[in-house]
Each structure stands twice: as C-alpha cells, then as structure tokens.
C-alpha cells in the first residue's frame, strides 16, 4: 500500500492474510528531481521484490515539516523501513537497487 499523507493506494490483495508486511516510510521534499527519483525506484523494488507484502507511507516534509523530527530525518530523500526491526535508514534517490535491496534485507550481502 502506497500512502501519500492522507491518499491511499492499495495494491491487489493475494497471499495469505498471516505474511509479515514491510512497513516503510519515503520522506521526500517537494517533487524534487531526487524525490521523484527516489519514489519511482522505491515503487518498482516493492513491486517487484515484495510484491503485495510492503505498506509504503510517503512524507514531503515541505507541507509537514514537523514530521521530520520522528525519525529523525537530516537529509531528503530518505527511506526509512520501520518494520521489521531493527529501523533502517537509506538516503538518496535510491537508484543502486543491490544497496537498497541489502539495506532492506531483501537481498543477503555479498
């Protein structure tokens, strides 16, 4: 599920009701070359990689910059993966897929 503040999108629904979702939060700072960046390429590795199992929150901090002090966010884009623990923070535009997908413990280190 893919939520933009208050708008929600939800992907079909397939798999077992019982599977462990991702919970993830995009921070990003307007429509921002780099946060554009960062949310096709998150979209893509959860379609692709976590299919039906991930909720995605997307946060731009210039309409709720309060936001920002939560998690404790620096620096725009940052992804942060809530659930599972432990939090895990990627910044940038997440374009290095093999990072992301190690960061997020989708993919084993090499």
């Known amino acids: 599920m893919i939520k933009v503040i208050s708008k929600k999108i939800k992907p ?6 019982n599977e462990l979702k991702m919970e993830l939060r995009l921070y990003i700072a307007g429509n921002t070359p780099k946060s554009l960046a ?3 390429n998150l979209k893509r590795y959860c379609e692709e990689y976590l299919a039906n199992r991930y909720v995605l929150e997307v ?8 936001l920002a002090a ?4 620096l620096a725009v ?3 942060v993966r ?3 623990v432990p939090v895990r923070k990627i910044i940038g535009d997440l374009s290095n897929e093999e990072k992301v997908l190690v960061g997020l ?4 280190a090499r």
């Open 59 to 66: 946060i731009d901090l210039l309409l709720h910059p309060q």
């Open 70 to 73: 939560g998690d404790q966010i």
């Open 105 to 108: 413990d989708i993919k084993p």
């Open 82 to 84: 809530k659930v599972p």
């Open 38 to 40: 960062a949310l096709q």
């Open 12 to 17: 079909v629904k397939k798999g077992k009701a």
């Open 77 to 79: 884009p940052t992804l």
